[in-house]
């Protein structure tokens, strides 16, 4: 009996190891404020990304906003508008202007060749987006940003535990942000961090995620409430002991995929960059409907229609969303816009079946011939 595949799926460790790693919390009663918990996985995290420096907060979005509104900036920022909404969002709610650049067309990332024509004396900061696990251009992101004196924060949701040239991609620009959500690859149920070069950037996102406060009679500065809690902390100890067999996981199931479609006219996969140690985190597939034969929408319906629920990821662009009606362009962006409304992302998750794949793949595939 066939039964719903979704696109994701949330990695839980044994309930019992959970259950004994919160055992404690009912002795302390100590629930959040950077307790035991909330240090042992921030020191867990820093070896683990092979990072000198990191903070944890409440979730992935909290630690894009609160980075750029530590850093004071300024002005405009140039993005990617192929993102998910927490990118662009951040950069909004900190009185900051997007500026939006086009994406590759192979890496999804930002085209780094477009970079230079957006800048202008009200420019800031460049905030790209590793995308699916894609890293982006880096050394022509740094060469730009230190030629002009802007900040560089990278959006690294969908990079948690990469490398590049055997590099943590927490290591790049001045600050990398994560996001450790329920989907995600690692998750904590809801978290995220923030892994940054300079120390007193670190001390800022500390004063911003708590208030200000530094003790009983101590606020010196303004801040919100952006702690991670306890057990959130100790969901993530769990998950992080059985990451690294989560990610091979999933790299046997992606390696299944793409033997099954990567002779499909039509398809294009998304192949593991050269120099990055990949974590497997989406199956995106790129439809070309005048060589596959239908559309993206119609394999989304007819997916659908058999229990397997896909995502158009990202769809729709950020530059087109509702909240900024006629504010942008989308024709600035066009590769992002040829992107977004031609890609899928098919179910990948450690606890998916192999067979599943075949299902999926099998089904994709007549699609083509169902639809005509």
Same mark, same amino acid.
Not at 89 to 96: C, M
Not at 104 to 107: G, M, N, P, V
Not at 226 to 248: P, Q, S, Y
Not at 294 to 318: C, H, M, Q
């Given at each position: 009996?066939?039964?719903?595949?979704?696109?994701?799926?949330?990695?839980?460790?044994?309930?019992?190891?959970?259950?004994?790693?919160?055992?404690?919390?009912?002795?302390?009663?100590?629930?959040?404020?950077?307790?035991?918990?909330?240090?042992?996985?921030?020191?867990?995290?820093?070896?683990?990304?092979?990072?000198?420096n990191?903070e944890?907060?409440?979730?992935?979005?909290?630690?894009?906003?609160?980075?750029?509104?530590?850093m004071?900036?300024?002005?405009?920022?140039?993005?990617?508008?192929?993102?998910?909404?927490s990118?662009t969002?951040?950069?909004?709610?900190?009185?900051?202007e997007?500026?939006f650049?086009?994406i590759?067309?192979?890496?999804y990332?930002?085209?780094?060749?477009?970079?230079?024509?957006?800048?202008?004396?009200?420019?800031?900061?460049?905030?790209?987006?590793?995308?699916?696990g894609?890293?982006?251009?880096?050394?022509?992101?740094?060469?730009?940003?230190?030629?002009?004196?802007?900040?560089v924060?990278?959006?690294?949701a969908?990079? +948690?535990? $990469? *490398?590049?040239? &055997?590099? =943590?991609?927490?290591?790049y620009? #001045?600050?990398?942000?994560?996001?450790?959500?329920? @989907?995600?690859?690692?998750?904590?149920?809801?978290?995220?961090?923030?892994?940054?070069?300079?120390?007193?950037?670190?001390?800022?996102l500390?004063?911003?995620?708590?208030?200000?406060?530094?003790?009983?009679?101590?606020?010196?500065?303004?801040?919100?409430n952006?702690?991670?809690?306890?057990?959130?902390?100790?969901?993530?100890?769990?998950?992080?002991?059985?990451?690294?067999?989560?990610?091979?996981k999933r790299?046997?199931?992606y390696?299944?995929?793409?033997?099954?479609?990567?002779?499909?006219?039509?398809?294009?996969?998304?192949?593991?960059?050269?120099?990055?140690?990949?974590?497997?985190?989406?199956?995106?597939?790129? +439809?070309? $409907? *005048?060589?596959f &034969?239908? =559309?993206?929408?119609?394999?989304? #319906?007819?997916?659908?229609?058999?229990?397997?629920? @896909?995502?158009?990821?990202?769809?729709?662009?950020?530059?087109?969303?509702?909240c900024f009606?006629?504010?942008?362009?989308?024709?600035?962006?066009?590769?992002?816009?040829?992107?977004?409304?031609?890609?899928?992302?098919?179910?990948?998750?450690?606890?998916?079946?192999?067979?599943?794949?075949d299902?999926?793949?099998?089904?994709?595939?007549?699609?083509?011939?169902?639809?005509?």
């Open positions: 009996m066939p039964y719903d595949i979704y696109v994701t799926k949330a990695s839980l460790p044994p309930m019992e190891e959970y259950i004994e790693e919160v055992r404690s919390v009912w002795d302390t009663h100590w629930l959040t404020n950077m307790g035991e918990k909330h240090e042992q996985l921030q020191n867990m995290l820093k070896d683990y990304l092979d990072v000198d990191i944890l907060l409440v979730n992935g979005h909290m630690a894009l906003e609160m980075t750029l509104q530590a004071n900036l300024q002005g405009e920022v140039i993005t990617t508008p192929f993102t998910f909404a990118t969002h951040a950069i909004v709610r900190n009185n900051l997007p500026v650049c086009d590759d067309e192979q890496t990332t930002m085209d780094v060749s477009k970079i230079e024509s957006l800048i202008t004396e009200r420019t800031c900061a460049i905030l790209p987006v590793h995308v699916y894609n890293i982006c251009n880096t050394e022509e992101i740094d060469r730009i940003a230190h030629k002009y004196g802007l900040k924060v990278y959006d690294a969908h990079a +948690f535990g $990469e *490398t590049y040239k &055997g590099k =943590s991609v927490g290591l620009g #001045d600050a990398s942000c994560f996001s450790f959500h329920a @989907t995600k690859v690692y998750n904590t149920i809801e978290g995220g961090a923030v892994c940054y070069r300079r120390e007193e950037l670190g001390q800022k500390y004063e911003l995620k708590n208030f200000g406060i530094h003790g009983p009679e101590d606020v010196n500065a303004v801040g919100a952006a702690k991670m809690n306890e057990f959130c902390a100790a969901m993530g100890i769990c998950n992080l002991r059985h990451v690294d067999e989560e990610i091979t790299k046997t199931l390696e299944h995929y793409m033997e099954r479609l990567k002779d499909t006219a039509g398809l294009q996969l998304n192949e593991i960059q050269s120099h990055v140690r990949s974590n497997y985190a989406y199956f995106p597939v790129v +439809f070309d $409907e *005048t060589i &034969g239908v =559309s993206r929408n119609e394999v989304y #319906d007819y997916l659908a229609e058999a229990g397997i629920y @896909t995502r158009k990821y990202f769809y729709p662009l950020t530059n087109t969303f509702a009606e006629n504010k942008y362009n989308v024709d600035d962006t066009p590769v992002a816009r040829k992107v977004a409304n031609r890609v899928l992302t098919l179910p990948l998750y450690s606890d998916l079946d192999v067979r599943d794949v299902r999926i793949c099998n089904l994709l595939l007549q699609c083509r011939f169902d639809k005509k």
